[in-house]
């Protein structure tokens, strides 16, 4: 029975048979302006073949030149993983073909990466911590794209053609690879998830990359073999090659193991091969069979200098590392008086920053945290983005959150004009004032408003007389639509109860 065709192990029997081991590779794409050894841009989504010169495309006498702040952002990203960086470190070639490499090599680090034996202490879903160690972090330049076109999946097998845009070739990068995890048992999924999370967020900490995992800033390969219980000696990994969000790593790593599981189970044997994840349906499928170190041939790249960062530039650099992310949470948790679960909220839903910028713009904690999970969420999964994307800015919200606290707004109105503005109509004050939105303050308006609510309303308004005042609700409502949403719901209520008294 092939691997392709066995029944997936139920979890709880992958457990009771195997022990889960993993090694997790994630590549950065560095923010930078221009290449990692050119002088063309980066911009993402840019038509194919416009961002590309002599070098990155490797044309004869073309040579390559190191891009600075790439350096000094992979050494940035080495001090906050706790690495030990390299005083003096040579670039490789990375020799291999493949279409979307258009030198047949790649211009890499091999056996002296820019950072080397660090960790990062990952937080799981109840609170405790989990550290996984850095085995290195290496400079690279990422290749080009692969475009397969004919087929029903977007992948070679079953397209027509390929079309190549090498405007990617040629990206900073940054490969960050842990050494083994082992010892989690049944949260290896978790785990896993964990560590890309806190990495991710790391990264955008340092300002280093945008980590757009959608648009492959950020790409997971994640490295999955298991030991018989018991056993001293690894089992045979398989790679399942850009897996693009967090969900789907814990799903791919979960996968992985009961499949594998299946196949050592029925007697099989594991193939050592990358692998692509089906985001339609989380399962992996076979890619190629997995080179090896050798398979390369690398050897040292003749046409760039050695990196050799001095320990004044490494101080230096050092200086410029922000809070780590996970201690400017415990902070702001703690200055915000909320819960675990609370905080756990906020960072499942990406608003920490929109909530602590919020704050920072003058807004109070608890409304701005309130506007950010629950409406503002609402308007992000309804027009199918991320919170982040939302066209509206901490500023902006906060200045609607005033206004508010000012009673220049109801709550009714303030959602109005925060959809306003996210259509693109303008700073808050301005949408007030076009659109004569601010709270009706009056009273004469409001009593008129009230007595023919009251007129309208009579067994209502013999209700609230007979003492029955939670009545008044129906007569605040229509108050309140008479209005347009723009009274004061507490003050047209003490007018209600005022005028059946």
Partial sequence: MTAATVELLDYSDVLAKFEPVLGMEVHVELGTVTKMFCGCPTAFGAEPNTQVCPVCLGLPGSLPVVNQLAVE??????????????????????????????KNYQISQYDEPIATNGYLDVVLDDGSTWRVEIERAHMEEDTGKSLH???????????????LDYNRAGVPLVEIVTKTISGAGERAPEVARAYVTALRDLLKALGVSDVR???????CDANVSLMPIGATELGTRTETKNVNSLKSVEIAVRYEMRRQAAVLASGGEVVQETRHFQEADGTTSPGRRKETAEDYRYFPEPDLEPVAPDAEWIETLRATLPELPWLRRARIQQEWAISDAEMRDL???????????????????????SWWVSYLAQQA???????????????QLAKVISLVTAKTLNNTVAKQVVDFVLDGEGDPDEIVAARGLGVVRDEGLLKAAVDEAIAANPGVAEKIRGGKVQAAGAIVGAVM?????????????????????
């Fill in 381 to 395: 999964n309804t027009r199918g983005v991320e919170l982040t994307e939302l066209p509206i800015t901490p500023a």
């Fill in 213 to 219: 995992m959608d648009q492959g800033s950020l790409r």
């Fill in 481 to 501: 639509k008479a209005t347009k949403g723009q009274a004061d719901p507490a003050r047209v209520r003490e007018l209600v109860i005022e005028a059946c008294s």
């Fill in 347 to 369: 960072v499942n839903s990406g608003a920490v920053d929109l909530v602590i910028a919020t704050v920072e713009a003058g807004a109070p904690a608890d409304a701005a945290r």
């Fill in 73 to 102: 952002s992979a050494i940035r990203i080495g001090l906050a993983l706790n690495c030990d960086i390299t005083p003096w470190g040579r670039f490789a070639r990375k020799n291999y073909f493949y279409p979307d490499q258009p």
């Fill in 149 to 163: 076109v004919g087929g029903a999946t977007g992948r070679i097998h079953g397209a027509s053609h390929s079309l």
